[in-house]
């Protein structure tokens, strides 16, 4: 009888702990920032047309800035890209 | 550039990244969304991000989060205590950070947003757009 009630703590405990460590995780996540930029990711990613943009990732300079950054070269790390308002960008959209 | 670039870069950064252990986080910026885009907020949700992909929450954030809760009335996080937590987490696996729309960012946040990534910078590449 003892055995079984010792068992059934053991697993109310457990329930517990488990409860508690999943609610700091959000909470802590959510204390980070009340942003979240993944959801406008995805609108955008929904909204894309396909291949549009995509000469960007064949450009010689975001292919070094990519293959710097893989090894850890910190020299590299800021790859800039810009574009005057008019100049196209909505065009792409 | 256009958000569909950077957001098929993004894409394109998250395929790869899986191969190489690397972790990605991403930020559009927002004329519309100026007041709540502060450093503090856009740094944090970058953190966040990278929170977001590991196992475990690390130790150095869920202590400051206690100490927060702890704290009579909390000071809040502050922008420096996000900028040492980036440096760590980022220093801990190959990151990528893409920055959409720069020039939609208060230029006095920008200062800020861009002295603190700076720092973090030193040891991993970021991407950004205009």
């Given amino acids: 009888m003892s055995q079984l009630f010792s068992n059934n703590i053991g697993s109310l405990n457990t329930t517990n702990i488990n409860f508690t460590v999943t609610g700091d ?33 064949q450009t010689e300079e975001f292919r070094s800035w990519y293959s710097s950054s893989v090894e850890g070269a910190s020299d590299n790390a800021v790859f800039f890209c810009y574009g005057s308002p008019g100049v196209g960008k909505t065009y792409l959209r | 550039m256009s958000d569909d670039v950077s957001s098929l870069v993004i894409d394109s950064l998250c395929d790869q990244a899986r191969g190489q252990n690397a972790t990605v986080a991403c930020f559009y910026f927002d004329f519309a969304a100026q007041n709540e ?10 953190l966040k991000q990278l929170v977001c992909g590991q196992e475990e929450i690390p130790e150095e954030i ?30 801990k696996k190959p990151t990528f950070i893409c920055i959409d ?3 939609e960012c208060v230029e006095g946040h ?16 970021i991407l950004e757009y205009s």
């Fill in chain 2, 110 to 125: 920008r200062v800020k947003l861009l002295g603190s990534l700076n720092k973090i910078s030193k040891a991993l590449p």
């Fill in chain 2, 62 to 91: 869920s202590r400051a989060y206690q100490d927060e809760q702890n704290a009579i009335g909390g000071r809040g996080l502050q922008l420096s205590d996000i900028v040492k937590m980036l440096e760590t987490t980022s220093s």
């Fill in chain 1, 25 to 57: 995780r959000s909470n802590i996540l959510a204390w980070l920032s009340p942003l979240d930029p993944r959801s406008r990711h995805k609108d955008i990613q929904g909204r894309r047309v396909e291949n549009v943009g995509e000469w960007i990732l």
């Fill in chain 2, 37 to 46: 885009q502060s450093p503090t907020n856009m740094l944090g949700s970058l």
């Fill in chain 2, 101 to 103: 729309a720069l020039d």
